[in-house]
């Protein structure tokens, strides 16, 4: 016989029913089907809820209703699908199930008590109604059907609720029903079956998995097939972990780790039963009956090192500690016995080689249960101090990483801690079992999405992935953005995965978990309600399970400058060009770079200096190896390059602040450039980069302009006078020429002083070459002498700002972030 079970999820719908249905059809042969059904998807939840509010005493008729009405919409859309006399005895298995319902819960309700196995009959009727219509399906369909009893044929053994096969029993009770009618296919409920004493057992919540194995296994089934909502089993739960890959085989072995802890494809007891009789089981879609699906068997050919990811939520950590248990006997049994009494499951054990401790995790549910057992059981110890107060730790999970092929096999371990160190998850307990085919750590709940996400990654999919938070989108923050969109396909190429979550400006952020399409994020713009802030970012990053977000500043706004700091320490990565936090206090300039260093966040800033040209990298590789900065002079504005190679023309001085304004070459107000305070911030982070400790106020600044010109003009007054001084320009640029010199915009540091200035150069000086917008950089150092390190090149512009800050936001990449 072949078992084949399906799910709540493949049994939603009267369609679902009948795809069933078909694929049972499609598989009959010589050999008959053993058909094992859920209840209707979402029926045992409402029993659950309605048995909750019976118990509390609250009205739970609304919700009874709702109940039948779902069962009497399953049967009248199927009503065509059956015989009438199917119909009728579908109508009075519906009827006789709500009379037996009211009943029990008004009883419930009038006690406010319900014992457990009560609550199991209660519980298992889901399963009883999908037998009644799923028989009368099948025989519409001319397939000869028999319903089995499940609670008479499966037999268990232990609690109402949780019971556990007792497979010589079942073997027993089902290979008499199965002699008795001769059928292609036997329905069967699972979840439910019975004690020696003919009680109704549950087999455990998700049961009917372990349903179908305790058949497989009773009737010594040729194979055992559970259909469900997935093509199989995943390297990890593929609603939480988008990129989880399908496992095509899995040992009996690691199919019982991944779902002991917790991979709910399978409840975790499955494997057992069929294991012991070596009967492969393979997990099957439904909604692709074609996929071939997860097989399971003996074979353990350790293929592959990790196999699975898997987690267990809910969970509580209890450590039992004291100088009572060192070398004492006997006490961890004392405390794992207690525990069984109590029926509490015991899911992951630790102990200090010290025998200091022993701690182990409970479900959350049952800790206040375990809690009052072992005060009780060692009150005596408790009192006389051999032991601690119990220490308990809520809200736990624990994530295991399994794989028969981790096996003697270096690394992993080390390979998963820091998985979970760079998800900036704490590991709370360790457990490897000695069989080395899994390994767990107890992590804090709110972290575990987030370490299976990281550990995933690292383990499977090996694409490193950048987040990006862009606030800014001005000329270089578009053209950023820009650039981004054309170099998907190129990073794609080379395994990076550059995702823009969040598009900020001054007045609206917009955010999106799928990642911002770039040809249209300035539509989207708009709509948005959300102003930009570290609290909104930080909650996506959360929500989003986001490991590697990184910040990029296209502002010139001191207000966003001065929260690089709180940025980092939330563990973003912080990319800008602009210059005001490297220009601010100088204990923000050194905190910046603690907090980064703490956190192991990069902060980088190679387009403050020279925009795209490589002038921070370059200085901080040189100060690495040890050399000294003796001097620098340099052209460090683009904007005043290209106005005084004009003005050597013999350009008017306001013809061509005019001019450079009208191509975007200056600042909207001329007067940031023409003030020289750009090019003393830009000098100042050069200074500062070499170790020089100053404020911008030791900058000695030299203006284009005389300091007393138009104060407090409106721009617009500002251009409408400048030609007031434009007899007064050209005669210093006469000047200069009449002693075969040129006048450049010069930045220099010298012994230890920072100071900008107009200067007039002879025509042989490097940097009087340069003009048209171009930077120059000389840079004098211990290494670079007597010829200084030159650098040249466009130091202003949208596309070499942008490719610069591009350049910074790739470094961030393989940077681990720890706690
Ligand atoms: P059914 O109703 O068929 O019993 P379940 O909801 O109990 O279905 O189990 C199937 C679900 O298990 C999948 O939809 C998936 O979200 C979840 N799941 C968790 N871990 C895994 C995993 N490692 N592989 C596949 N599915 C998993
Ligand atoms: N219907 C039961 C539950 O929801 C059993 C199962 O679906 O496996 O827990
Ligand atoms: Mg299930």
Redesign the pocket.
Known sequence: MRVL???????ASVERFLEVAGIVKQQLSAEPVGLVL?AP?GVTNLLVELTDLAFLGTDYLPLLQQWQQRLETLQSEAKDKLLAADNEALTLVREQQFAQLSAQLQGVALLQYCPDHIKARILGLGEQFSVALMTGLLKKLQIDTIALDSVACVKSQGDYLNAVADIPASEAALGAAIAKQQAQVYVMAGFVSSNSNGELCLLGR?G??YSAAIVAASIRASVCE???????????????VKQ?Q??DHLSYDEAME?SYF??????PKTIGPLARYQIPCY?KN?LNPSAPG?CIDANNNGDSLVK???SLEHLALITVSGPGLKGVVGMASRVFATMAREQVSVSLITQSSSEFSISFCVAQLDLNVAKKALETEFELELQGKLLRPLAIQSDMAIVSLVGDGMRQHRGVAAKFFASLSQARVNIVAIAQDSSERSISAVVEQKSCRNAVKVCHENFFSHVPSIDVFLVGCGVVGSELLAQFERQQQFLQQRNVRLTVYGIANSKALLQDAQGINLASWQQRMDGQKQQFSLEALSQFVQDNHLTNPVLIDCTSAEAVAMQYADFLAAGFHVVTPNKKANTASLDYYRQLRLVAQQHRRRFLYETTVGAGLPVIDFLQGLLNAGDELMAFEGILSGSLSYMFGELEQGVALSEVTAKAKAMGFTEPDPRDDLSGMDVARKLLILARESGLQLDLSDVTVESVLPNDFAPGASVADFMAQLPELNSWFADKVAAAKSEGKVLRYIGEIANGQCKVSVKALDLNHPLAKVKDGENALAIHTRYYQPIPFVLRGYGAGAAVTAAGVFGDVMRTLGWQQEM
């Open positions: 079970k399906f799910g709540g999820s493949s049994l859920s998807q998700n009917s998995d559970i259909w469900t909502d997935v093509d199989g089993v995943y390297s990890a739960d593929p609603r939480q989880a399908l496992i991944l917790g991979a709910k494809v399978l409840h997990i439904t997860t699975g990811i898997s």
